[in-house]
C-alpha cells in the first residue's frame, strides 16, 4: 500500500526531533482536492534558472510516453520531471523558427507544432514540415487544435478554420459562413458539433452549416478567445469581455463584478470534479460550484498573464505564464503537536497497521495511536517500558513490536505490554529498528549487534560473525529475501546465514547507514 510504504519510508528517514508531519492523500493520490483553497496546494515554479530556455510558456502537453513538452519563444522543451532539453533550430533541422506557439498529440499518436512560421508533425521519429503547398494558408499562424469525433483534425487559425485529412489541408473563411478569419479556439461537443472562436463572435458548425452568435445573442464580446465543451454538453466561452456559458441555447456571462479577477479571459481548461480552470491577464481564477477563486503573484505565481493550463496524469495542475512555469499540486502537509493531542513533540518513529491506524513512537510520551485524527497515549503508565520510544513496527501477523531506550523491546497485544530486555538474551535494551523477515523472524537491531528472535529464542549476531559494525541502525528484507543491515561502520547483507559486508572501500560515501529501501530509476533519452 502507497500509504504504508510512505509511513515505513518517512520513519526510516526522519527519524529526529519533529512534530509529526505527513501528507493526507486524496483518493486519486496527486489530484487536486476540489474543495481545498487553490491558495493551499504545493506550489512549484520552474524559469530559466531552473533550466527553461525562455520563461514565456505558451503551452503544456504530456503525450502517452509520460514526458512532459513546452512550448516556449526559446524552443521546444522536453520534461521529465526533474531535466529539461531543449529542442530549437540549432539542434533541429525541421525548426527554422524557435518561437514555438503551440503543441497536439493526436489520437494516432502524432506531435503536431507550431511555431511562428511553421506547422511541423512529428509521426513515428520523421518530422514534416507543411507548407501552402500541401494546402495551408500561406504565413497563416495557428492557434488551437480539434479533432472531431469522426477523428479529423481541425485547426484554428489567422486566416480561417483549416480541417486536415488524408494529407491534405482546407480552409473555411468568412466566405463559407465564419464570423470572421481570424480563429482563435476550436472546440467539438458531445453531439460532434465543432465551435469557432473568432475575433468576431462565435460560430458554430454542424451538418456542413455555419451559424455565428454574438453579443446581441447573448455572447459577453465578440472577441472569443477560448473554448471548452463540457462533457454534458454545456459549452464555456472565454471572451475579452468576460466569461459566457451556453447551455439549452441560453448564454449565461460571468464578469468581474460575478468575482473574476479580469474580464480578459486568455484560457479554459475542464479539470476533474467539474471544475473549471480559466487563465486570465490578471491570473488563474477556479469556477466551482457557482463560485470564483483567483491565483495571482499575491500567491507567488510568476506572473499573472495566464496563457495555458493543462492537468497531466497524476492531477497535477500546470500553468504557463509570461514568467515561468508553475504546478499545483495536492501535497498537503498537517502538522500535529502536543495541541491536537500528541504526547510529545519530538517524533522518534511512525508506521501504519494494517488497519490504516497510525502508531508513532516519542521522545519522551510514549507510544501514540492516531485514528480518525483522535491520539490515544500508551506510557509507561499503561505498562510501556521505557517513554522513549526508539521504533514502531507491525510485523505480518499483525503484532506491534517497540524499540525503546534502555527498556529493550515492548510487544503491545490486546492493550497489554510484554518486555523483552538483555535477561531474554536481547543483545541490547536500547532498541534502534525492528523488521520481520518472510519466515516469520524477529530481528532487532541495538547498539550492540543484531538479535534474531525465533521460536521464543534470541540469538545475537556481531561483527565475530561478519557483520559490519555492531551498532546497527536499519534492517530491510529485499524482494528476493536478503537482509540488509545498516550499521555504523557499513552495511551488511545477510544471505544463506552468511553475511557479506560494504564500506567505503567498496565505494560507499560514508559508512554510517541510516536507512536502507530499494527504489526504481528511469533514464531518457535527447532525441526528438
Known amino acids: 500500500m502507497f500509504l504504508n510504504y510512505l509511513m515505513r519510508l518517512s520513519a526510516r528517514y526522519f527519524r529526529g526531533c ?96 507550431t511555431t511562428a512560421r511553421e506547422l511541423i508533425r512529428r509521426e513515428k521519429g520523421v518530422l514534416k ?10 504565413d497563416a499562424q495557428v492557434t488551437s487544435f480539434c479533432e472531431d469525433g469522426a477523428g479529423a483534425l481541425w485547426l484554428a487559425s489567422s486566416k480561417g478554420l483549416v480541417h486536415f485529412r488524408e494529407g491534405r489541408f482546407t480552409t473555411f473563411t468568412a466566405r463559407d459562413g465564419l464570423a470572421s478569419d481570424l480563429v482563435e479556439a476550436v472546440a467539438a461537443d458531445r453531439d460532434n458539433a465543432l465551435w469557432i472562436g473568432t475575433a468576431n463572435g462565435l460560430t458554430r458548425y454542424q451538418d456542413q452549416r455555419f451559424t455565428s452568435y454574438k453579443v446581441e445573442d447573448g455572447l459577453a464580446h465578440n472577441s472569443v478567445r477560448a473554448l471548452y465543451a463540457e462533457p454534458d454538453g454545456g459549452l464555456w466561452i472565454g471572451t475579452r469581455g468576460g466569461l459566457s456559458r451556453l447551455k439549452d441555447g441560453v448564454f449565461s456571462t460571468y464578469t468581474a463584478r460575478d468575482g473574476l479577477p479580469t474580464d480578459n479571459i486568455e484560457m479554459l481548461y475542464g479539470g476533474r470534479d467539474r471544475t473549471l480552470l480559466i487563465g486570465t491577464s490578471n491570473g488563474l481564477a477556479v469556477w466551482q460550484n457557482g463560485v470564483f477563486t483567483s491565483f495571482t503573484t499575491e500567491n507567488a505565481l510568476p506572473s499573472n498573464r495566464v496563457g495555458e493550463i493543462f492537468e497531466d496524469r497524476e492531477g497535477s495542475v500546470w500553468i504557463g505564464t509570461e514568467g515561468g512555469l508553475s504546478r499545483l499540486r495536492d501535497e498537503r502537509l498537517e502538522s500535529f503537536t502536543t495541541v491536537e493531542g500528541l504526547s510529545s513533540n519530538i517524533v522518534r518513529s511512525i508506521t501504519e497497521d494494517h488497519e490504516g491506524n497510525l502508531w508513532i513512537g516519542t521522545e519522551s510520551g510514549g507510544l501514540n495511536a492516531l485514528k480518525d485524527k483522535k491520539f490515544t497515549a500508551y506510557t509507561t503508565e499503561e505498562g510501556l517500558s521505557a517513554d522513549l520510544v526508539r521504533a514502531v513496527y507491525q510485523d505480518r501477523r499483525g503484532q506491534l513490536w517497540l524499540g525503546t531506550h534502555e527498556g529493550g523491546l515492548n510487544l503491545l497485544q490486546h492493550g497489554k505490554f ?37 521460536n521464543n529464542v534470541f540469538t545475537v549476531y556481531t561483527s565475530a560473525n561478519g557483520l559490519a559494525n555492531d551498532f546497527v541502525r536499519s534492517i530491510y528484507e529485499d524482494r528476493e529475501g536478503r537482509l ?31 536507512a536502507v529501501w530499494r527504489i526504481a530509476a528511469a533514464i531518457s533519452g535527447s532525441e526528438l
Do not use: C, M
Open 18 to 113: 519533529l512534530p509529526l508531519i505527513f501528507f493526507f492523500l486524496a483518493p486519486d493520490i496527486f489530484a487536486l482536492d476540489p474543495h481545498q483553497e487553490i491558495r493551499l496546494y504545493a506550489h512549484e515554479v520552474w524559469r530559466t534558472e531552473e533550466g527553461l530556455p525562455q520563461n514565456t510558456v505558451n503551452k503544456v502537453i504530456q503525450t502517452r510516453d509520460g514526458y512532459l513538452w513546452i512550448a516556449t519563444e526559446e524552443g521546444l522543451v522536453r520534461f521529465d520531471g526533474k531535466r529539461f532539453f531543449t529542442f530549437d533550430k540549432e539542434n533541429t533541422a525541421a525548426i527554422t523558427s524557435n518561437s514555438i506557439r503551440n503543441l497536439y498529440e493526436d489520437r494516432a499518436g502524432a506531435l503536431w507544432l
Open 129 to 138: 514540415a507543411f507548407s501552402s503547398e500541401d494546402g495551408l494558408p500561406t
Open 484 to 514: 540488509w543491515i545498516g550499521t555504523r561502520g557499513g552495511l551488511s547483507v545477510l544471505k544463506d546465514g552468511k553475511f557479506t559486508s560494504y564500506t567505503t572501500l567498496d565505494g560507499l560515501p560514508n559508512d554510517f547507514i541510516g
Open 418 to 454: 510484554t518486555h523483552f530486555t538483555t535477561k531474554d538474551g536481547l543483545a541490547s535494551n536500547i532498541v534502534l529498528a525492528v523488521n520481520d523477515d518472510r519466515h516469520g523472524n524477529l530481528w532487532i537491531g541495538t547498539p550492540d549487534g543484531l538479535s534474531l528472535y525465533r
